[in-house]
T-cell receptor
Framework: RKEVEQDPGPFNVPEGATVAFNCTYS??????FFWYRQDCRKEPKLLMS???SGNEDGRFTAQLNRASQYISLLIRDSKLSDSATYLC?????????????FGTGTQLKVEL | ETGVTQSPTHLIKTRGQQVTLRCSSQ?????VSWYQQALGQGPQFIFQ???????GRGNFPPRFSGLQFPNYSSELNVNALELDDSALYLC?????????????FGEGSWLTVV
């Protein structure tokens, strides 16, 4: 079983739609959680951190459920520019926190 | 943009050869990690360097080795290249003592093994 599991998609949605991505992780000792965005043939870029209390950044909302070891990302009012691969990421390290475990990514295609 | 630079950006090697990839971390960052991203997969943790010593390693064979220099820049060396080593190699820098949201990735080095 992979440490971080995501539905690979692709998710094809019309512009303006709401789309939700889910992710599960297996290591209960995981310290911190993130969503990264990766455009085609580019490096991953941090989209947002994920907290148990839930956090929102504009059209994006992330949620963590530690008991279920489940992470979610909700994108409202999808834009064409949201088309990318979204990577669920778990940090097992402490301190420098650079030992990231990535899911395989979920591909999103927003269409006119 | 992130202050993390990698070289070369693209290279082609023959099976059995050796390759060295380089990374300059963001100013002030003392920790460097390397990741391998095969096509259609998420990045996989190779190893991390802190204060010029390896500080954690993923599930990669010994032919993957690295160095970190006093200026915190780093090298990834891969010996006896195999076709499956074809991937995007990403370097990430961070500062010990901070949380994961201060990790910065370079643009990567695309390695093709033929």
């Amino acid at each position: 079983r992979k440490e971080v599991e995501q539905d690979p998609g692709p998710f094809n949605v019309p512009e303006g739609a709401t789309v939700a991505f889910n992710c599960t992780y297996s290591n209960s000792a995981s310290q911190s959680f993130f969503w990264y965005r990766q455009d085609c043939r580019k490096e991953p870029k941090l989209l947002m951190s994920v907290y148990s209390s839930g956090n929102e950044d504009g059209r994006f909302t992330a949620q963590l459920n530690r008991a279920s070891q489940y992470i979610s990302l909700l994108i409202r009012d999808s834009k064409l520019s949201d088309s990318a691969t979204y990577l669920c990421v778990v940090n097992r390290g402490t301190g420098g926190g650079n030992k990231l475990t990535f899911g395989t990514g979920t591909q999103l295609k927003v269409e006119l | 943009e992130t202050g993390v630079t990698q070289s070369p950006t693209h290279l082609i090697k023959t099976r059995g050869q050796q390759v060295t990839l380089r990374c300059s971390s963001q100013s002030g960052h003392n920790t460097v990690s390397w990741y391998q991203q095969a096509l259609g997969q998420g990045p996989q943790f190779i190893f991390q360097y802190y204060r010029e010593e390896e500080n954690g390693r993923g599930n990669f064979p010994p032919r993957f080795s690295g160095l970190q220099f006093p200026n915190y820049s780093s090298e990834l060396n891969v010996n006896a290249l195999e076709l499956d080593d074809s991937a995007l190699y990403l370097c990430a820098s961070s500062l010990v003592g901070t949380s994961g949201n201060t990790i910065y990735f370079g643009e990567g080095s695309w390695l093709t093994v033929v």
